[in-house]
């Protein structure tokens, strides 16, 4: 199967879960970010791109100074909450308002409406890297691979700082095997984007690191990581996608000591007691481990049904096999051997689930 396909299967899985999230999200109550997702920056204060400073520097040189950085919620009552967020602002920016406001339309099927106020919009604010980067989404959305990278390049060229934009051409560079490409622009924004202003810094060293793990270069994204975690050492993310570094290298006792420090801050994300399990089991501790992947579990159960939520069930079934092996080593054979079979029920029931879902789209 070529990459072209692999491509398109990706991104029509991608779309029925973007429309499924926001049909049995979409009134669920504010509650912040959502577990295993990276914590927001803070967004720096910035002039309008269509106002550049009079300092006598162009719009690009104040652009590369001040990274315009977005949180792309799926959520339409996250997004909603960003907008006002953002309206509570001492100088609130209007095109972050309206991308957002956008993103609403897109998620709620109301695509065609959306591009014609972006069409609408784009005539009187041409130099709004937002724009571009909602119609590359659009783009996106609707298979027109060409049209989503010219749409992208554009958002650079009105804001080489747009961080959204370098993440989304970087990873359409990475999926479609143009790893190098992908390198260079974010080794470019890297560059461009000064140091003090760790926002924007911070965003690109974790698609870089995307990058360079795709590229087999374990130990260059651990030192872009390391680099995050300097200026941000709480962020989850970034902390996430160390302990798997670590995970694949079989560095256990880094691996443990890592999750165990993120463990201590009462809201940390589950992963953390997981990843503990794990390092627990493959440094002969089966105590510990068994402790946390029932209280990991327990943890999962309490949020839904693996079964039939896609975002619980990898999770679930990566606990499961481990709590499986622990009562494998440990003698209980008939307990591993009806967690398994408990597993299978569930994947079973997903498949129905994902199969009953296609038809009734159909």
Not at 15 to 42: H, R
Not at 121 to 150: M, S
């Amino acid at each position: 199967m070529n990459s072209t396909v692999l491509r398109h299967l990706a991104l029509t899985i991608k779309l029925a879960l973007c429309i499924f999230i926001s049909f049995w999200q979409i009134n669920t109550p504010a509650q912040g970010q959502t577990k295993g997702s990276a914590k927001p920056e803070k967004v720096v204060e910035r002039k309008p791109l269509d106002k550049p400073e009079k300092t006598g520097k162009t719009a690009k040189e104040t652009s590369l100074r001040y990274p315009l950085i977005i949180i792309t919620h799926k959520k339409t009552n996250l997004l909603l909450e960003e907008i006002q967020k953002e309206k509570r602002r001492e100088k609130p920016r209007q095109q972050v308002i309206f991308y957002y406001s956008q993103r609403i339309l897109m998620f709620n099927h109301r695509i065609e409406e959306a591009k014609k106020t972006i069409a609408a919009k784009l005539i009187t604010n041409p130099n709004w890297p937002l724009l571009y980067l909602l119609q590359a989404e659009i783009a996106e959305l609707e298979f027109r691979e060409e049209d989503q990278v010219r749409y992208l390049k554009k958002a650079l060229e009105a804001d080489p700082a747009c961080v959204s934009a370098v993440d989304s051409l970087s990873q359409y560079y990475s999926e479609s095997g143009h790893t190098q490409e992908a390198l260079a622009l974010l080794k470019s924004t890297l560059n461009n984007i000064s140091p003090e202003r760790s926002a924007g810094r911070i965003e690109t060293l974790k698609n870089l690191a995307k990058v360079q793990l795709y590229l087999k270069d374990a130990a260059g994204a651990e030192a872009s990581l390391k680099e995050v975690l300097k200026m941000s050492p709480d962020d989850e993310l970034a902390v996430l996608r160390l302990i798997r570094i670590y995970e694949m290298q079989g560095r256990w006792k880094e691996v443990y000591a890592l999750a165990n420090e993120h463990l201590k801050p009462s809201k940390a994300d589950d992963l953390f007691i997981l990843y503990r399990a794990k390092a627990s089991f493959n440094l002969g501790d089966l105590k510990k481990a068994e402790l946390d992947v029932n209280s990991f579990l327990n943890r999962i159960m309490e949020k839904g049904d693996p079964a039939f939520d896609v975002s619980l069930n990898f999770d679930y079934e990566d606990a499961t096999k481990l709590r499986a092996k622990i009562y494998e080593q440990t003698g209980r054979q008939g307990l591993a051997k009806a967690e398994r079979e408990h597993l299978k029920s569930s994947q079973k029931q997903t498949y129905k689930r994902v199969m009953f879902r296609q038809k009734e789209e159909k």
